[in-house]
Every structure is written in C-alpha cells, then in structure tokens.
Nanobody, 124 residues
Framework: QVQLVESGGGLVQAGGSLRLSCAAS????????MGWFRQAPGKEREFVAA????????YYADSVKGRFVISRDNARNTVYLQMNSLKPEDTAIYYC?????????????????WGQGTQVTVSS
C-alpha cells in the first residue's frame, strides 16, 4: 500500500502561483511513477502531469504545458506541482496518484493509488 496526502491548495487570483505537494508513505516511493490529475465540478477527472520514477522524464497536458512544472524528491518521498500563471479554468480538486509503470501516464486507469485531493480555486 502507498498512502498519498496532498497539500498546498487554496484560493489565488488569476496570474498567481501555487505549489502543490504530495507526500507518500508506505512502500518505496522511488518505485512509482507519479501523476497529477484534476477534477472540476461537473467534469471528468483529467490528466495534468506525470513524472518517471527517477524524474528524468515528464509529461504534461497541453492545457498546462509551459505553466506547470512537476518534480519529485525521492529522498523526501514527495512529488510537487508548481503552478504558475493560473487561470480560472484551472479551478479544480487536484489529486496525486502513483503508478507502477510510466506507460500510459496520461490515463487515470494506469494508477494504483490516489490521494484525497486538494482544492485549488483561481478567481478572475
């Protein structure tokens, strides 16, 4: 089992920044590819970003490319999502997730473990 706990969400004005963190406990964190997803009210959960086990490769949704940066610190068992130039359409609950494989990282079904989510609200 892997337990994931997100933090860092909140209310921010458009154009602002937030950094989300996801702390993992349980089995060895470095064995897992990590991803961030988000879900807005009335919408399906959508992929945001993913990172390989050792962090040498990352992948982003087109909607956040150039604005968001995913990173990880395996020594701290933590994955981060730095969100810059936030827009009102970024408002959602953000979830981190862990997968045993990086293949299909954009697909929520590829992930084995999920956190409870953290709310991000961007005001216009």
């Amino acid at each position: 089992q892997v337990q994931l706990v997100e933090s860092g969400g909140g209310l921010v004005q458009a154009g602002g920044s937030l950094r989300l963190s996801c702390a993992a406990s349980g089995r060895t964190f470095s064995r897992y590819a990590m991803g961030w997803f988000r879900q807005a009210p009335g919408k399906e959960r959508e992929f945001v970003a993913a990172i390989r086990r050792t962090g040498e490769d990352t992948y982003y949704a087109d909607s956040v490319k150039g604005r968001f940066v995913i990173s990880r610190d395996n020594a701290r068992n933590t994955v981060y999502l730095q969100m810059n130039s936030l827009k009102p359409e970024d408002t959602a609950i953000y979830y981190c997730a862990a997968a045993t494989t990086y293949s299909g990282a954009y697909y929520h079904g590829s992930y084995d473990y999920w956190g409870q989510g953290t709310q991000v609200t961007v005001s216009s």
